[in-house]
C-alpha cells in the first residue's frame, strides 16, 4: 500500500494493520475537495514565493489533470493507496516528477483531511438545502390546491377539531422550512478554513492564510491551530440538523400511512411510489414512507456515535477521528434519498377530499364551535363547556351527530340555541371562524408568507 510516511520505519506494515488503518475505501469520496484545497493550497504557496511560480504552475496543471482524468473516466482510484491524500500526491508525482513532492509543503494530513471534510460538508449541505427547497415547494402546491379541503384534526390520535388539508400540511412547511435555514445557520458557523494549521502548531512556512480561505470561499482561516485539525463540531451539527430532517420525515411519513390504510383511505400512493405483496394480490403497501420512518434511526446512530467517538478525545488530531466519515456519508445519502423520494411521492399522490370531509363530520369535532356559539350569545365559556359535554353524551345515546341534533334537543340543554347553530357548526364555518394567524381560516396569509419565502410571484 503507497504511503505518505515511512522513513522512521524500519520494517513493513501488518497487512492487517494497513487494511484497518486504510481509508480510501470511502475517503475517496471527497476527491474534488481534495484537489480544489491542494489547487488553493499551491497558489498560495507560489504566492508567497515558497515555491517559484513555475512549480506552482506545474503542480496545479497536474493537479487539474487529475481532476479531469477521474471525472472523464481515464484514471481510477484503487485501494492500493491509504487514503484520497496519498492517491493524488502519488498521481501528481507520477505525471510531473519530483516538483510534485513539493505540494505538501507547510500542510500535514491533519489540516488537509480536515479541511476536505470541511468542503465535503459545505457542498452537502447546500445539496441538502436545495433538496429541502423543491419540497417545500412540492408541499406549497399541496397547500394552494386544498385550502377547502376539510379534515379532521387530532390530538392524542382523537379527532379534535375541524381543520384544512392545506392546515395540515402547513405544519410540515413550518418544520422543513425550520430544517433549511437551521443548514444556513451551520453554514455560517463553519465556513472557516483550517488549511495552514499544520499538524497542530502551525508551520515554520510564512504562510497566506487568510488568502487560501478566500480562494476556497471561507470566511476567514481558524483562529487556533489545534482547533482547526481536531474540531468536528458542525460534523456533529449537520448530523443533528439531519437527524431533525429525517424526524419530520418520518412524522410526514407516519401520517401518510395512517392515511393510506383502509380505515382511513385519506390518501392514494402512485404505483411508482407502492408495492405489493407476494403472496396477497390485493395489497399496495406504503413501502416508501415506512422505509423512510425505519432509515430515520441509522441517521440518529451516526450522530450519537460521532458524540462517542469525541467526547473523550485529548487535543489536538486522534486516529479516532477518522470515524467521522463513513457514518456521516451514509446519514447525508440517507436524508438526500428520502428527501428526494418524499418530493416524489408528495407530487403523485390523490386526496380523496370527500372522504376526509366525511370523516371530519364524525368524533364531534364541531363541539368546541358550539361551546363558542353559545359563548357569542352570552353564555359564559365554562358553563356553555358543560352544556356542550352534555349534548355530546345526548348525541352518543343517540347515535347522531351533533349536525343531525334536533333542535328541541339543543333547546333542552339551553334556551340560548336557536336555528343558526346548525350553520355554526358547519365544516366550513368551524373552518372559516378560526382566522387568527396560523388557523386553516387565515391560509391566504400563510400562503403569501410561503410564497415570499420560496420567492415564487405573488398569487393573484
Known amino acids: 500500500m503507497a504511503q505518505l510516511w515511512g ?10 494493520v494497513n487494511d484497518y488503518n486504510a481509508s480510501i475505501g470511502f475517503d475517496k469520496r471527497f476527491f474534488e475537495q481534495d484537489i480544489r484545497g491542494s489547487i488553493a493550497h499551491v497558489k498560495m504557496l507560489g504566492k508567497q514565493k515558497i515555491l517559484t511560480k513555475e512549480e506552482a504552475a506545474a503542480i496545479e496543471e497536474g493537479l ?17 493507496y ?32 480536515a479541511l476536505d471534510m ?45 381543520v384544512t388539508l392545506a392546515n395540515h400540511f402547513g405544519a410540515y412547511f413550518e418544520m422543513f422550512r425550520r430544517d433549511r435555514e437551521r443548514l ?39 483562529n487556533n491551530a489545534m482547533d482547526g485539525v481536531s474540531d468536528r463540531d458542525y460534523v456533529v451539527e449537520f448530523l443533528n440538523a439531519l437527524s431533525l430532517v429525517m424526524m419530520h420525515l418520518s412524522r410526514l411519513s407516519e401520517e401518510i400511512i395512517t392515511w393510506n390504510s383502509n380505515e382511513y383511505r385519506f390518501i392514494e400512493l402512485d404505483d411508482a411510489y407502492s408495492t405489493g405483496s407476494s403472496i396477497m394480490p390485493q395489497k399496495k403497501n406504503p413501502d416508501i414512507p415506512e422505509l423512510v420512518r425505519g432509515k430515520t434511526g441509522r441517521v440518529y446512530a ?51 377530499k370527500k372522504r376526509m370531509a366525511e370523516s371530519a363530520t364524525g368524533g364531534y369535532i364541531n363541539a368546541t364551535d358550539a361551546a363558542d356559539y353559545l359563548v357569542r350569545k352570552g353564555v359564559p365559556f365554562r358553563d356553555a363547556h358543560g352544556i356542550i359535554g352534555s349534548l355530546v353524551l ?3 345515546e343517540k347515535g347522531v351527530a351533533m349536525d343531525d341534533l334536533p333542535l328541541t334537543d339543543y333547546q333542552a340543554a339551553c334556551p340560548a340555541f336557536e336555528e343558526d347553530i346548525y350553520d355554526a357548526i358547519s365544516l366550513k364555518s ?4 378560526r382566522a387568527t394567524k396560523g388557523a386553516p381560516g387565515a391560509m391566504d396569509e400563510a400562503i403569501a408568507e410561503n410564497r415570499r419565502y420560496l420567492g415564487l410571484k405573488e398569487k393573484v
Open 7 to 16: 522513513g522512521r520505519f524500519t520494517k513493513e506494515t501488518d497487512a492487517l
Open 64 to 80: 487539474n489533470g487529475i481532476l479531469r482524468d477521474v471525472r472523464e473516466g481515464r484514471l481510477t482510484i484503487t485501494d492500493d
Open 82 to 113: 491509504e487514503d484520497i491524500h496519498s492517491f493524488n500526491e502519488a498521481m501528481l508525482i507520477e505525471r510531473i516528477g519530483d516538483t510534485g513532492k513539493k505540494l505538501h509543503t507547510g500542510r500535514s494530513r491533519n489540516d488537509q483531511v
Open 118 to 162: 470541511r468542503l465535503y460538508i459545505r457542498d452537502e449541505l447546500d445539496n441538502t438545502a436545495a433538496l429541502l427547497l423543491k419540497l417545500l415547494k412540492r408541499i406549497e402546491a399541496i397547500i394552494e390546491k386544498h385550502t377547502e379541503t376539510y379534515m379532521p384534526g387530532f390530538t392524542h390520535m382523537q379527532k379534535a377539531q375541524p
Open 184 to 222: 444556513f445557520s451551520i453554514r455560517e458557523r463553519m465556513n472557516v478554513c483550517p488549511l495552514g494549521s499544520g499538524a497542530l502548531a502551525g508551520t515554520t512556512y510564512p504562510l497566506d492564510r487568510e488568502y487560501t480561505a478566500r480562494l476556497l470561499k471561507f470566511d476567514r482561516a481558524s
Open 302 to 352: 451516526a450522530q450519537a456515535s460521532l458524540l462517542v467517538t469525541m467526547k473523550g478525545l485529548p487535543l489536538a488530531y486522534n486516529k479516532d477521528m477518522q470515524e467521522d466519515k463513513e457514518l456521516t456519508f451514509d446519514a447525508i445519502d440517507t436524508v438526500k434519498h428520502s428527501l428526494t423520494l418524499m418530493t416524489g411521492l408528495l407530487k403523485t399522490a390523490s386526496f380523496n
Open 394 to 396: 345526548t348525541c352518543i
Open 430 to 433: 368551524c373552518v372559516v371562524r
